[in-house]
């Protein structure tokens, strides 16, 4: 199946640069196993708009047990991650264990955090109510306007650009020169391309055609590009990806020097109903966001909107609520606004898994608003998928859940449709 | 004095590259002159910054009657001045003679509005009321709840990143190799380097010293470069050129298609007292500005401060008041917020004019918010300085006027501290 300059060979190949794609390599990679990641445009999606809190607390939603579940897994192994990734020798990705503080700006925005904190605690999670003055004695520059605040000691953060860049680091080995084959390393290669479509062969998943013609041969291929995973070609018959951009403007500012330290924890707002966070970088710099659109207008409808056009509007309301929590926000530098899609599912919980009969691919797409936080265990998962340790914990993230059921007798999926992509 | 390598020569040396050096520049060069035009980032000042508004009349302020005349006569040399750079075959410079529109959105805003109109129409000046169905009619998206609209024809634009593309398009040669002396040359040339410091001979400026060390000889040298003005070294002794940096933020911004126009007019606004404006570009995009800032700690205080500092609580400002005055501001797309400093006087008027007694130079700064309406009237009063017809009617701009009279018998201003800069 090697035809010189145009197969690749990797025991996993890895479609998608983002923060999950990155963080699979990589456990892949320390696992013994090769792998290509590929990607045009490595870190460039969502994960370059993430803030990067790792905050399962104050990311519980009503009635999403399952992903509170997958949520607290993975924040339970960041420490070890972080530790891990310190002890590789990879560059720092900005891992910060400080407290995050949830606010509110009025009466009803109080209401909602104290309500929430009912099913916090209901889940066993831990958030200490403060007195205002308590909160403004450790952050000085909250407004003594604010309504409530709420110390969570267990929500943290990390840059994600910095952890890309961390990963990518450790990966170490570049593509190699066009026309060789790595079958058999034990490396990790990053291919600067974009996948195109899925090879089969017997039923089976062998790898991945790419846009340019190569074509990376892989015993294992795991589909880790966030939006774009559905159009990807060769998926199994049958599997819906019901995937939909949620759109989110996020701002990065510098502090001047006598505005330092702006904050010291992560702060979580909710004004008049709107959520706002105000993330303090290592640096001394602040990253502002939490908008969350679905624009009406697509940027398929629209041949001059951007897929990463930043919403006016967006900016508008970030400054305004974030001035609402912090009012010195005014006097900050706006260094960047930015804006990216994240792909969210019906259910809001990631589509992480095998496709039932389906040898070779694992799924690993939809993590939404939780990427950055939910990689270690995506990458854990897939990692024990590979080694045929399957957890029932994890069923409910199965890519399947929003499939139609085939038919008794039906063909496998894809081995008739895309037999051709393995010629 | 030629040095090979290290001289070049021209008829006349523009320091600065912004649009007042460029206009003039041009002037210079089509009244048979050749031209250095010295600047290491040309355009990328306040140039780069500006709406471009041509608007004397909504740029009226109370009791700079001096400004006003120099403004008016200005505005009327623009439309030969666009149709000459047509004529020559420049680029496009995006001149628009569409109306402004005056917008008031609280009564104390409408009584601002009808005030001014009052000393407007004393200055013969049009300004003409419409009401708020007739300004709809004519803007579809303007807020319902404006307060007042008032139709002023004669304030119009350009698009200054454009025009400065223009005129440098038509200097057309290009810097000379190294160690080409160009004299005699009736050409213009782009120097693409920093000026450092005036050149005297016998009591008169004999061209500028280059901060990597090459020297443009010339009969006439202008200093246009803005604030950078009063840090030129060599400036004739007791010249007080008091320039201090007004800061603005201005945002620029796609319009999706369906709401594209979004105005035909240029809107500038009042917004409880508070200037704003949105310009239409050609292009369907528009610009948002009007934040007038003197920063409580310059950039010179806080290192981490850069002087193209955006303001976050700028940014706020004009979308919030640009949304009151037309509410859709808030879908379009952010494409870029940009902050440049403006050089201001105590007057606000430029400082223009030879300075008494010193042969050679011509100074032409101080623009401040004025800097691309008045460039025709700056070169033209420059052309016409270098051909000794100096106008009494500018007499109010002259740039010694800040600067204390000398004792009699004093020493002509330079000559004896800055002999050694024309070794």
Same mark, same amino acid.
């Given at each position: 199946?090697?035809?010189?300059?145009?197969?690749?060979?990797?025991?996993?190949?890895?479609?998608?640069?983002?923060?999950?794609?990155?963080?699979?390599?990589?456990?892949?990679?320390?696992?013994?196993?090769?792998?290509?990641?590929?990607?045009?445009?490595?870190?460039? +999606?969502?994960?370059?708009?993430?803030?990067?809190?790792?905050?399962?607390?104050?990311?519980?939603?009503?009635?999403?047990?399952?992903?509170?579940?997958?949520?607290?897994?993975?924040?339970?192994?960041?420490?070890?991650?972080?530790?891990?990734?310190?002890?590789?020798?990879?560059?720092?990705?900005?891992?910060?264990?400080?407290?995050?503080?949830?606010?509110?700006?009025?009466?009803?925005?109080?209401?909602?955090?104290?309500?929430?904190?009912?099913?916090?605690?209901?889940?066993?999670?831990? !958030?200490? #109510?403060?007195? !205002?003055?308590?909160?403004?004695?450790?952050?000085?520059?909250?407004?003594?306007?604010?309504?409530?605040?709420?110390? $969570?000691?267990?929500?943290?953060?990390?840059?994600?650009?910095?952890?890309?860049?961390?990963?990518?680091?450790?990966?170490?080995?570049?593509?190699?020169?066009?026309?060789?084959?790595?079958?058999?390393?034990?490396?990790?290669?990053?291919?600067?391309?974009?996948?195109?479509?899925?090879?089969?062969?017997?039923?089976?998943?062998?790898?991945?055609?790419?846009?340019?013609?190569?074509?990376?041969?892989?015993?294992?291929?795991?589909?880790?590009?966030?939006?774009?995973?559905?159009?990807? +070609?060769?998926?199994?018959?049958?599997?819906?990806?019901?995937?939909?951009?949620?759109?989110?403007?996020?701002?990065?500012?510098?502090?001047?020097?006598?505005?330092? #330290?702006?904050?010291?924890?992560?702060?979580?707002?909710?004004?008049?109903?709107?959520?706002?966070?105000?993330?303090?970088?290592?640096?001394?710099?602040?990253?502002?966001?939490?908008?969350?659109?679905?624009?009406?207008?697509?940027?398929?409808?629209?041949?001059?909107?951007?897929?990463?056009?930043?919403?006016?509007?967006?900016?508008?309301?970030?400054?305004?609520?974030?001035?609402?929590?912090?009012?010195?926000?005014?006097?900050?530098?706006?260094?960047?606004?930015?804006?990216?899609?994240?792909?969210?599912?019906?259910?809001?919980? #990631?589509?992480?898994?095998?496709?039932?009969?389906?040898?070779?691919?694992?799924?690993?797409?939809?993590?939404?608003?939780?990427?950055?936080?939910?990689?270690?265990?995506?990458?854990?998962?897939?990692?024990?998928?590979?080694?045929?340790? +399957?957890?029932?914990?994890?069923?409910?993230?199965?890519?399947?859940?929003?499939?139609?059921?085939?038919?008794? +007798?039906?063909?496998?999926?894809?081995? $008739?449709?895309?037999?051709?992509?393995?010629?």
């Amino acid at each position: 199946m090697l035809h010189a300059g145009k197969t690749l060979q990797a025991d996993v190949a890895v479609i998608g640069g983002g923060v999950i794609g990155h963080c699979i390599a990589w456990e892949a990679r320390r696992s013994g196993r090769s792998v290509a990641l590929i990607d045009d445009a490595p870190g460039q +999606g969502a994960s370059w708009a993430a803030a990067g809190m790792l905050a399962p607390v104050s990311e519980l939603h009503y009635q999403e047990e399952d992903l509170l579940e997958l949520m607290l897994e993975s924040s339970l192994l960041w420490p070890a991650f972080a530790a891990d990734l310190a002890r590789a020798g990879a560059a720092d990705p900005g891992y910060l264990t400080t407290p995050t503080l949830a606010v509110g700006a009025d009466a009803a925005d109080r209401r909602a955090l104290m309500d929430l904190r009912t099913v916090q605690q209901a889940s066993g999670l831990e !958030v200490e #109510p403060l007195t !205002v003055r308590e909160a403004r004695a450790k952050e000085g520059l909250l407004s003594p306007a604010i309504s409530c605040a709420l110390e $969570i000691a267990a929500d943290h953060q990390v840059d994600p650009r910095k952890l890309v860049a961390s990963l990518r680091g450790l990966l170490a080995v570049h593509e190699p020169g066009a026309g060789t084959a790595v079958g058999g390393a034990r490396g990790g290669f990053a291919v600067d391309d974009r996948a195109r479509s899925l090879l089969w062969e017997n039923g089976r998943v062998t790898g991945v055609g790419l846009a340019q013609g190569r074509t990376v041969q892989a015993r294992e291929t795991i589909v880790a590009n966030g939006l774009q995973a559905p159009s990807l +070609g060769g998926l199994p018959e049958g599997l819906h990806l019901p995937l939909r951009p949620v759109y989110g403007d996020i701002l990065r500012l510098a502090v001047p020097r006598h505005l330092r #330290p702006l904050v010291t924890s992560t702060v979580r707002g909710l004004v008049r109903g709107v959520p706002v966070y105000i993330v303090p970088r290592q640096d001394g710099s602040v990253v502002i966001g939490a908008t969350q659109r679905e624009d009406a207008v697509s940027a398929a409808e629209d041949p001059v909107k951007s897929d990463t056009a930043v919403s006016a509007g967006g900016v508008y309301q970030l400054l305004r609520d974030a001035q609402v929590l912090v009012p010195a926000v005014s006097e900050l530098e706006l260094l960047e606004c930015t804006a990216r899609a994240r792909p969210a599912t019906p259910d809001n919980a #990631p589509l992480l898994g095998r496709v039932p009969d389906v040898p070779g691919l694992i799924i690993a797409t939809g993590f939404f608003r939780h990427g950055v936080l939910l990689a270690p265990a995506a990458a854990a998962i897939c990692r024990a998928l590979m080694e045929g340790r +399957g957890d029932r914990r994890w069923a409910a993230m199965n890519p399947s859940r929003f499939s139609r059921p085939k038919a008794p +007798g039906q063909d496998l999926p894809g081995v $008739i449709d895309h037999q051709k992509e393995s010629a």
